[in-house]
């Protein structure tokens, strides 16, 4: 990992720091899960690598800001107090997961890290989400879809829920204004958002609910 030495800025932020209109700078992932943490909604503790930094990192040969290290590492120890475990523990340590997340929503374009346990796999994580931002399958889909103006990704690092079956909820189930459509799989949902995997489908009557 390369870095260089700049004026300071903020890099990173809490959940408890941002909101739905961070969007640009937290991406859309990142801003909406601050904002329902600002509601009081018990939402997992994580913070947001901004896309500047992603721009940054890409624009500059793949350098990162010098103090970018630091603030991670005292954004972890918020997270291991947060939850009472420990970072690179050998037992019962912090897990984390690591996300993308841009502006505009791309499922699936981008690379996931899962269960992310030490700095050095974070610090892994981190840079190979950045690194997603420019893969082909990603400029492919931008381009297809007309997605312009974005220069790059914010990162997601929160605190992992173990779970023996995760999926998405859709507020609206095709062909039907009363239902819902659940699509679940074994194991952390990651298969399923990268449509490695063919779900387990549920459609529930709101009625009903």
Known sequence: ???????????????????????????????????????????????????????DYLNENQTLPLDLEVSIQDNIKHLEKSIGRNFGSTSSPLLVSVRSGARVSMPGMMDTVLGVASREELDSAVLKVFDS???????????????????????????????EVAGVVFSKAPGSDDELLIEAVSGLGESLVSGEVTPDSYRLSRSSL
Not at 22 to 37: A, H, I, T
Not at 136 to 163: M, N, S
């Open 1 to 55: 990992m390369t870095i260089h030495a700049e004026q300071s800025v903020k890099h990173i932020y809490q959940f408890n720091e941002g909101n739905a209109s961070m969007n640009d700078l937290l991406g859309g992932k990142g801003s909406n899960l601050c904002e329902m943490s600002q509601l009081g909604l018990p939402v997992p503790p994580g913070f947001v690598i901004t896309t500047q930094v992603c721009r």
């Open 133 to 163: 931002w420019s893969s082909e399958r990603a400029e492919t889909y931008r381009r297809e879809q007309g997605i312009l103006g974005l220069e790059g990704t914010a990162v997601t690092v929160q605190v992992l829920c173990p779970a």
